[in-house]
C-alpha cells in the first residue's frame, strides 16, 4: 500500500526535528484518515538515550508531523522483549510523557489475544502468532533506533517488527529449524523474512539520534549520529540506515533474504533519496562482533539458540560485572557461560554458568541460574554466593 522509491534523509538538527521533517517529506495527505499505529522500539526497561530504545523526542517528532497532516488517530504500541513490563518500559523511557503532551493512546500489545497469520511457502514458518492491535490500524509506522545486532547484523525498521509478534513468539524464532530445505542463513534471518512476507511498515522513520554500536541490541555503546530516514519504502528506508550506520546492506541476512524473495533493489539508482548526497551523513558504527570473545577474550559464551533477551542479559552481566569475574574463570583461565535452548552438556565444559530456563537439561553440569531471562545481578550471585554491591547503578535486562 502506497510504497514508493521516495527516501528522506535529515541530519543534525536533533531527535525530533530530524524524524518530524524527515516525515513530513513524505506525501502524507494519502493517509490522512487513517489510523496510525505507531511501532517504536522500547523493548527494554532503560532509559533514554542510551542508545537500546527508540528516542522519546523522535517519537514526538513523528506525531507532531501526523498531526500537522491532519492525521487524527494515532496510537502507540509494543510488545517488548521477555521479562519486560509494556507500560513500565514505555514509562522509564520517556515515551508515557510524550503520549500525555500529545494525547496518544499507549498500548501493551501483549494485552489482548493475538491473531494466528499463515505464512505462505514459508522458509521456516507455517503461521506466526501476531499481536492483534496491530490489525485494528490502516497504517503501522515502524519507528526504530538504529542498532547493530549481535543475532541479525542491525535491527532497523523491517526487523523492529519483530516486536509485533505476541509474547512468546519472539523467543520461537530463535528456536526455528529449516522444514526440509536448508538455507545458508541463519534460521532466525530466514524468520524475518517470511514475517516480512505477511507484515512489513507501511510507514518508515529510523531514528538515528543516538544509536548503539558493537554489542547491540543492548550491550554496545551508545553512538552519536544524529539522523533519521523517512519512507513508505520500509526495504529501501533500511538500506540507507545500513549506509548511514557504515554498513554495507547486501551484507545483513535477513534485508539479502527479504529482497530476493520479495523483489526490493539494493541499487540506490532505483530510489529518489533526498538528498542525493546522503552519505555524508553517514557515521561509521563499530561492527556488531558475533563472537563475545572479541570484546571480551576471556570470555566464551556458548549460544545456542538463545532469543535477544538472555543475550541482552549477558551483554549486561558482563558490562557490569566482568570485572569481578577473575576467581571464577576455570582451569583454562576463561569465564564460560552458556545460554539458548540448543545448549547440551556436549557443547560445554564442566562448571559453565548456565544462564536461562532454557540452558535447564545441561543444570549438572554447570552453574545453573534459571529466568527467562534471569537478571544479571542473580547470574552475579548464582556465580559469587554473594548479593552485588548495593551502590552500584542497577541495570535493568
Ligand atoms: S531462558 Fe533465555 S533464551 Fe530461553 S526463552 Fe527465556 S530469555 Fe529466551
Known amino acids: 500500500?502506497?510504497?514508493?522509491?521516495?527516501?528522506?534523509?535529515?541530519s543534525g538538527n536533533g531527535p525530533l526535528l530530524n524524524a518530524k521533517r524527515a516525515l513530513s517529506a513524505l506525501d502524507l495527505s494519502k493517509i490522512k484518515n487513517?489510523?496510525?499505529?505507531?511501532k517504536p522500539n522500547i523493548g527494554r526497561l532503560v532509559a533514554p538515550e542510551k542508545g537500546i530504545n527508540t528516542?522519546?523526542?523522535?517519537?514526538?517528532?513523528?506525531?507532531e508531523a501526523l498531526k500537522d497532516a491532519g492525521i487524527k488517530k494515532i496510537a502507540i504500541g509494543e510488545s517488548p522483549i521477555l521479562g519486560v513490563n509494556t507500560m513500565e518500559a514505555f514509562k522509564k523511557s520517556g515515551v508515557t510523557e510524550v503520549a500525555q503532551k500529545y494525547n496518544c493512546e499507549l498500548i501493551d500489545m501483549d494485552s489482548i489475544p493475538p491473531r494466528e497469520v499463515k505464512i505462505k511457502n514459508g522458509r521456516v514458518l507455517d503461521t506466526t502468532s501476531i499481536c492483534s492491535h496491530v490489525f485494528e490500524y490502516d497504517i503501522l509506522l515502524s519507528l526504530p533506533v538504529a542498532k547493530c545486532h549481535m543475532h541479525t547484523g542491525v535491527t532497523l525498521g523491517i526487523k523492529n517488527?519483530?516486536?509485533?509478534?505476541?509474547?512468546?513468539e519472539k523467543v520461537r524464532y530463535h528456536q526455528l529449524e529449516y522444514k526440509g530445505v536448508e538455507y545458508p542463513e541463519k534460521t532466525l534471518d530466514s524468520a524475518i523474512s517470511d514475517l516480512a512476507t505477511v507484515l512489513m511498515p507501511h510507514i518508515t522513520?529510523?531514528?538515528?539520534?543516538?544509536?548503539?554500536?558493537?554489542?547491540?541490541?543492548?550491550?554496545?555503546d551508545p553512538i552519536k549520529s544524529d539522523f533519521a530516514v523517512a519512507s513508505y519504502n520500509a526495504f529501501g528506508a533500511d538500506i540507507t540506515g545500513c549506509v548511514l550506520m557504515g554498513f554495507n546492506p547486501q551484507e545483513i541476512p535477513h534485508l539479502k533474504i527479504i529482497s530476493e524473495r520479495m523483489d526490493f533493489s539494493f541499487d540506490f539508482n532505483e530510489y529518489q533519496i533526498n538528498p542525493v548526497d546522503f552519505r555524508k551523513f553517514r557515521v561509521n558504527y563499530k561492527q556488531p562482533a558475533n563472537d563475545v570473545a572479541i570484546e571480551y577474550p576471556d570470555v566464551v559464551l556458548c549460544d545456542k539458540e538463545s532469543c535477544s533477551a538472555c543475550l541482552s542479559t549477558v551483554m549486561l552481566f558482563l558490562k557490569r560485572f566482568k570485572d569481578d569475574m577473575s576467581q571464577y574463570l576455570l582451569d583454562d583461565g576463561l569465564l564460560h557461560l552458556a545460554i539458548g535452548k540448543g545448549v547440551t552438556?556436549?557443547?560445554i565444559k564442566e562448571g559453565t554458568v548456565l544462564i536461562g530456563n532454557c540452558t535447564k537439561l545441561a543444570k549438572d553440569f554447570g552453574i545453573y541460574v534459571p529466568g527467562c531471562p534471569p537478571v544479571p545481578t542473580r547470574i552475579y550471585k548464582a556465580i559469587t554466593g554473594r548479593e552485588p554491591d548495593k551502590n552500584e547503578p542497577e541495570i535493568e535486562s
Open 34 to 38: 487513517k489510523k496510525v499505529l505507531i
Open 55 to 63: 528516542h522519546p523526542q523522535a517519537i514526538a517528532g513523528v506525531i
Open 1 to 10: 500500500m502506497f510504497i514508493d522509491n521516495k527516501i528522506f534523509v535529515e
Open 345 to 347: 552438556k556436549d557443547d
Open 161 to 168: 517488527l519483530k516486536g509485533c509478534l505476541y509474547k512468546r
Open 205 to 220: 522513520v529510523i531514528d538515528g539520534y543516538i544509536g548503539m554500536q558493537g554489542l547491540g541490541p543492548s550491550g554496545g
